[in-house]
């Protein structure tokens, strides 16, 4: 009897909570990813336009503003420094193998990034090319990729993911991708160690996406955090290069891809140059500091203010980038991530017309998140709020704009008490959990909620469910697939008056309930004993008593 009256009780909570509007969903992507707010790119008018329209939308829900402190009151903003890399005119490139000069394109052959290691002009002829395996280094799992091998002046070409990604069976976690399996760890990897550049091989598997997104994603401008020594972070060129010119390559220099691709995947590989096969490069880069921002309001808690639980999303998308075969330059951003931020603005709402929460709840939209978390990374490293004190994070980022769904996900395989929260509270939802499907791809080191993870904070990125109601996983798998192919990262990903966005207004009931529990509780979540973020969260215990 219990059981079923706590049942009715759950039941009545779902059906009385906050309403959210898929009209109003629909109205906020409409407006953040139309072409007047030009892709929504980090220093552009583009984030003019949509840092104020987030401002006015929280100033209408009744929120406070929970910015950097100016002039002894809170700004509604967070400034970010970041720096802005920018290849300027044309990027000459070219690879010989002692009998030929073949010219390469930008873009179609490689996608070369604007340098980040604050060199002016990048300009080498004739560098060696050295094939590093995955690029890892990984004592304790008694991995080396490199055996010694130096590459100072040497460009090391590398592939993408982890050993274990093919086999599924290893030291890596199988198909489930570590960070060494991110393009981050390898460029971070091959500057740490000296390279003139890395090259990482393109395939659509391992990647989880294709080459018009690693085009997409690293010909335009890039962002950095401002470092003091960016050459220890970045080497001077960063590159992707296309599967079927790179088996070329390794053919002409006297090397079998796939015969050294399996040989990567065991502890025995040894570095192998490309013999005779050399690149050479030309292109000049303009570097400068910018300011972008971080959008922030908060709703102060009534018996507990100085503790917080923050809801998250990015406002930034592509901005302006190259054409697409309809010549659309405009990379409106709308599922990625207009919908986060729509969701964002609806907690907003909800929260603003509820009773206030006993701990503060802050709504944070970061910038630069698709220039590599960097609205997030400064957050967490330059908090407004204490992390110790940060009671746990829900970021969301690209929601299905379609119809209900009967389960959810979140990205990665985290193990964290926040985790079996959501889940308990997804049951009033009619909502199941589903493990991340493509954990290979490695979402768990792409979003938002990592840079506040990797501090210990406990944190989830929400993934909208993929078996539909009306469909089921079918239709789930056809909306994925057709997005990941068509408009991830592309022009494509626009608005449409088709999307119903009944299942964002679904799942946002739980996400609003899933906060108000942690925002009304004096309980802290935490991470699993055996998580790699345990031991940060428990150093700073003694600030949480």
């Excluded at 003091?228 to 053919?251: C, G, N, S, T």
């Excluded at 991530?337 to 503060?360: H, V």
């Excluded at 080191?445 to 406990?458: E, L, Q």
């Excluded at 108000?516 to 004096?522: C, F, K, M, Q, Y």
Aim: avoid cysteine; charged fraction near 25%.
């Amino acid at each position: 009897m219990l059981a079923l009256s706590l049942m009715a009780a759950f039941a009545a909570h779902a059906a009385t909570g906050p309403e959210f509007d898929a009209q109003r969903l629909s109205h906020d992507v409409k407006v953040l990813s139309s072409d007047e707010f030009e892709g929504r790119g980090p220093n552009t008018a583009g984030e003019t336009k949509t840092v104020n329209y987030l401002i006015e939308q929280f100033k209408a829900a009744g929120l406070q503003p929970g910015g950097d402190i100016v002039k002894g009151q809170r700004s509604w903003t967070q400034d970010v420094p970041l720096g802005r890399f920018e290849i300027k005119g044309p990027v000459t490139l070219s690879v010989s193998d002692g009998k030929t000069v073949q010219p390469l394109k930008q873009g179609d052959d490689l996608a070369v990034r604007a340098a980040m290691n604050g060199a002016k002009l990048v300009d080498f002829k004739n560098a060696p090319l050295v094939f590093v395996g995955y690029g890892v280094t990984a004592p304790e799992r008694q991995w080396d990729d490199f055996k010694g091998q130096d590459l100072k002046g040497k460009l090391a070409v590398v592939l993408i993911n982890d050993p274990d990604f093919e086999t599924g069976q290893g030291d890596f976690g199988g198909k489930a991708m570590t960070y060494y399996g991110r393009w981050t760890y390898k460029y971070e990897e091959m500057a740490r160690r000296g390279a003139l550049g890395t090259i990482i091989v393109h395939e659509t598997a391992p990647a989880s996406y294709g080459w018009n997104t690693v085009k997409n994603s690293n010909t335009n401008v890039m962002y950095d955090i401002v470092r003091k020594q960016p050459q220890q972070a970045h080497a001077p060129m960063e590159a992707w290069i296309q599967r079927d010119l790179a088996v070329d390559l390794f053919k002409r220099g006297g090397l079998d891809f796939e015969a050294l691709k399996k040989q990567a995947q065991t502890r025995d590989f040894k570095p192998a140059e490309l013999k005779g096969v050399t690149l050479s490069a030309k292109y000049a880069v303009d570097a400068q500091v910018i300011v972008s921002k971080n959008v922030a309001a908060r709703v102060a808690g009534a018996k507990s203010p100085n503790e917080t639980v923050i809801y998250s999303g990015h406002w930034d998308h592509l901005g302006v980038g190259l054409p697409d075969a309809k010549g659309d330059k405009i990379y409106n951003g709308a599922v990625d991530n207009g919908t986060g931020i729509a969701a964002l603005l609806e907690l907003a709402r909800a929260y603003g017309k509820a009773p206030k929460p006993a701990r503060s709840v802050v709504f944070l939209a970061v910038t630069a998140e698709e220039k590599g978390l960097l609205g997030s990374e400064y957050y967490a490293a330059n908090p407004l709020y204490p992390l110790a004190t940060t009671v746990g994070v829900i970021n969301m980022d690209a929601l299905s704009p379609h119809g209900v769904a009967r389960n959810f996900t979140i990205s990665g395989s985290a193990r964290l008490d926040l985790l079996d929260q959501l889940v308990a509270k997804a049951r009033q939802w009619n909502l199941v959990y589903a493990p991340d499907p493509k954990p290979e791809a490695g979402h768990f080191f792409r979003s938002d909620h990592f840079p506040f993870a990797k501090r210990g904070v406990p944190a989830i990125s929400y993934g909208s469910g993929d078996d539909l109601v009306d469909g089921g996983l079918a239709a789930g798998h056809k909306i994925e697939e057709s997005y990941v192919t068509n408009n991830y990262h592309q022009p494509s990903d626009e608005w449409s008056a088709d999307w119903s966005f009944a299942g964002m207004s679904h799942d946002l009931g739980m996400l609003y309930a899933l906060g108000r529990d942690l925002a009304d509780s004096t309980a802290w979540p935490n991470w699993s004993k055996d998580a790699e973020f345990r031991a940060a969260r428990d150093a700073t215990a003694a600030k949480r008593k």
